[in-house]
């Protein structure tokens, strides 16, 4: 069955660099859109951002101009590259896919503490 791992989550000073990874298993189908979600505690979960198999991806506002999203659809993986963290980029950030037939999956998520 599908299975999403996630994998590059830490901790960073403010003003630093993560790189996250995500890794799809199992699909059989081809996988439409990947990309990331985060929640922040009492917070809802929010979109970071999403590619489609195109390449077009969409970004939250706040993370415009610092984070990058990319994927490699021969591999079924997804990375996110987060320059400038600030303290309020702390949060689970999950993995999502979404494959042609609509079903969705999720990663278990991977913790990232951005403080000083």
């Known amino acids: 069955q599908v299975q999403l791992v996630e994998s590059g989550g830490g901790w960073v000073q403010p003003g630093g660099s993560l790189r996250l990874s995500c890794a799809a298993s199992?699909?059989?189908?081809?996988?439409?859109?990947m990309g990331w979600y985060r929640q922040a505690p009492r917070k809802q979960r929010e979109l970071v951002a999403v590619i489609q198999n195109s390449d077009s991806a969409n970004y939250a506002d706040s993370v415009k101009g610092r984070f990058t999203v990319s994927r490699d659809n021969a591999k079924n993986t997804v990375d996110l590259q987060m320059n400038s963290l600030k303290p309020e980029d702390t949060a689970v950030y999950y993995c999502i896919a979404r494959l042609r037939t609509w079903d969705v999956y999720w990663g278990q998520g991977t913790q990232v503490t951005v403080s000083s």
């Open positions: 199992g699909v059989a189908d081809s996988i439409y859109l």
